[in-house]
């Protein structure tokens, strides 16, 4: 072992890399939450007047949508999502800068561990009054918030391709970057993967909204975030 090489492993605690490696990797939870970013943004357009919470790309298009005069859509919803959602990416930048520096098992379950809290509080929230108006503010307001917080903590994370709410650039590396595009395809499962995420987190979502209602797949989203805030590991 080099003399470099020695003095960052002492400066690593003991107990540290051994505790960062238990649990689920962030691959897997990151997928796992795509496919949560496809659940909400399934209940947000589908239940809550064609708006969306966790893709902040279609809200703004949305949001102008609804400006122009666009039947089915609504300024006050979408620009609702849009403020709540940077208040949360803005809150979840402030933890990054705090915590991020630390162990990233604790930071990222703590994250997880608050989203869970949040979309818990909505899935109740829907079951309890699924069809007043206040809800469905409640509901917009809550999830975008929720996914601003946790979007400034992947953001943080970088971990590549795996933004768990935006797919367009992820698709554009799995097109560019394929042997067809002339690349090596080095990236092409995890990009795939996340597509995947997403597409079957939008149908699982949309099948629950059209059957079940609202408060069904907040509910399956909230389980969903739950477990990884418990067995997430540190590392990539």
């Not at 609804?66 to 919803?77: E, Q």
């Amino acid at each position: 072992m080099s003399t470099a090489e020695s003095s960052e492993a002492d400066d690593v605690p003991e107990g540290r890399e051994g505790h960062e490696e238990r649990g689920l990797r962030l691959v897997l939870v990151l997928l796992a939450l795509t496919v949560v970013s496809g659940l909400i943004d399934a209940v947000s357009y589908l239940g809550l007047s064609h708006v969306f919470t966790a893709n902040m790309t279609g809200n703004v298009v949305v949001l102008g949508f609804a400006a122009a005069g666009a039947p089915g859509f609504s300024v006050p919803h979408a620009a609702a999502s849009l403020g709540c959602y940077l208040v949360g990416a803005v809150v979840g930048g402030r933890v990054a800068v705090r915590h991020g520096t630390g162990s990233r098992r604790t930071w990222v379950r703590r994250t997880l561990a608050v989203e869970t809290v949040l979309l818990g509080a909505c899935a109740a929230t829907a079951f309890a009054a699924p069809h007043a108006t206040t809800t469905v503010y409640a509901l917009i307001v809550v999830t975008a918030f929720a996914m601003g917080l946790r979007n400034a903590t992947v953001r943080r994370l970088g971990i590549a391709d795996l933004t768990t709410t935006v797919l367009t650039m992820t698709l554009t590396g799995l097109a560019a970057d394929s042997r067809a595009g002339g690349g090596t395809g080095t990236h092409t499962p995890r990009r795939a993967a996340s597509a995947i995420a997403m597409v079957g987190g939008a149908v699982l979502g949309a099948w629950l909204v059209l059957h079940h209602g609202l408060g069904i797949p907040l509910l399956v989203a909230t389980l969903t975030v739950g477990v990884p805030a418990v067995v997430t590991s540190g590392r990539e």
